[in-house]
């Protein structure tokens, strides 16, 4: 299957569960949305499955050569060991870890649990706005002798932050390693085209990316 069309599949889950919303909504930024998009919807048990199948699906397909799951707390610990069971079912067996927010001072002690962080490490995380969650995640794996490789995220909004990139395009320049989406915003543009439920938020998105988006390339 195309990324493409399971970026499509993902849309369409992610409005039937409530993460994706239309409306008005004001972005950290300041800025009026017509869409929100609330990962921590993702709360039961098919959802989180659902969800780290579209991830495990979207890293196979990207190609990122990586050795080792990272997710950053608090959001990236369910997503990096859901994405590890489902690469396991999908026949990719690889080791995991996250970080704590606070260290240890007994038992193993430390930040760190799971895997070694060790060669190539992929990032999960859910979304990138200022890039603070990303940065920390770099440093934690610098420190320990290991690579940064990419990071994957659910939804790249494709928005500029304060210049001319967006907070996407700036990890990948600041960085020098690819972020990789399930869905971007020119999907969700795509979805909502012809949809009768839905269509009819179509045109405040587009008007809500002329004027805040980014082109890619």
Same mark, same amino acid.
């Given at each position: 299957?195309?990324?493409?069309?399971?970026?499509?599949?993902?849309?369409?889950?992610?409005?039937?569960?409530? %993460? $994706? #919303?239309?409306?008005?909504? /004001?972005?950290?930024?300041?800025?009026?949305?017509?869409?929100?998009? @609330?990962?921590?919807?993702?709360?039961?048990?098919? *959802?989180?499955? #659902?969800?780290?199948?579209?991830?495990?699906?979207?890293?196979?397909?990207?190609?990122?050569?990586?050795? /080792?799951l990272f997710g950053?707390?608090?959001?990236?610990?369910?997503?990096?060991?859901?994405?590890?069971?489902?690469?396991? #079912?999908?026949?990719?067996?690889?080791?995991?870890?996250?970080?704590?927010?606070?260290?240890?001072?007994?038992?193993?002690?430390?930040? !760190? %649990?799971?895997?070694? !962080?060790?060669?190539r490490v992929l990032?999960?995380?859910?979304?990138?706005?200022?890039?603070?969650?990303? +940065?920390?995640? %770099?440093?934690?794996?610098?420190?320990?002798?290991?690579?940064?490789?990419? %990071?994957?995220?659910? !939804?790249? +909004?494709?928005? +500029?932050?304060?210049?001319? $990139?967006? *907070?996407?395009?700036?990890?990948?320049?600041?960085?020098?390693?690819?972020?990789?989406?399930? *869905?971007? $915003?020119?999907?969700?543009?795509d979805y909502l085209?012809? @949809?009768?439920? $839905?269509?009819?938020?179509?045109?405040?998105?587009? +008007?809500?990316?002329?004027?805040?988006?980014? #082109?890619?390339?």
């Open positions: 299957m195309k990324n493409q069309d399971f970026s499509r599949e993902f849309i369409a889950f992610a409005c039937a569960k409530g %993460v $994706l #919303r239309f409306g008005e909504f /004001t972005t950290k930024a300041g800025r009026l949305s017509p869409y929100f998009f @609330n990962a921590g919807l993702f709360n039961d048990g098919d *959802a989180m499955a #659902r969800l780290c199948d579209f991830y495990a699906r979207t890293i196979l397909a990207s190609g990122i050569p990586f050795d /080792t950053p707390a608090y959001k990236g610990i369910p997503l990096a060991t859901g994405i590890a069971i489902s690469l396991s #079912r999908l026949g990719r067996n690889v080791p995991y870890a996250y970080n704590r927010k606070e260290a240890k001072d007994h038992g193993e002690g430390g930040t !760190l %649990v799971g895997a070694p !962080l060790a060669g990032i999960a995380d859910d979304v990138i706005s200022a890039g603070t969650s990303v +940065r920390e995640s %770099v440093e934690l794996i610098r420190a320990a002798g290991a690579i940064p490789a990419g %990071v994957v995220i659910a !939804l790249d +909004r494709q928005e +500029r932050g304060s210049g001319t $990139l967006s *907070a996407v395009q700036e990890v990948e320049q600041n960085y020098g390693m690819p972020v990789v989406p399930v *869905a971007t $915003l020119d999907n969700l543009i085209q012809g @949809n009768p439920e $839905l269509e009819r938020n179509l045109d405040a998105v587009i +008007r809500y990316r002329n004027q805040y988006g980014i #082109r890619e390339g």
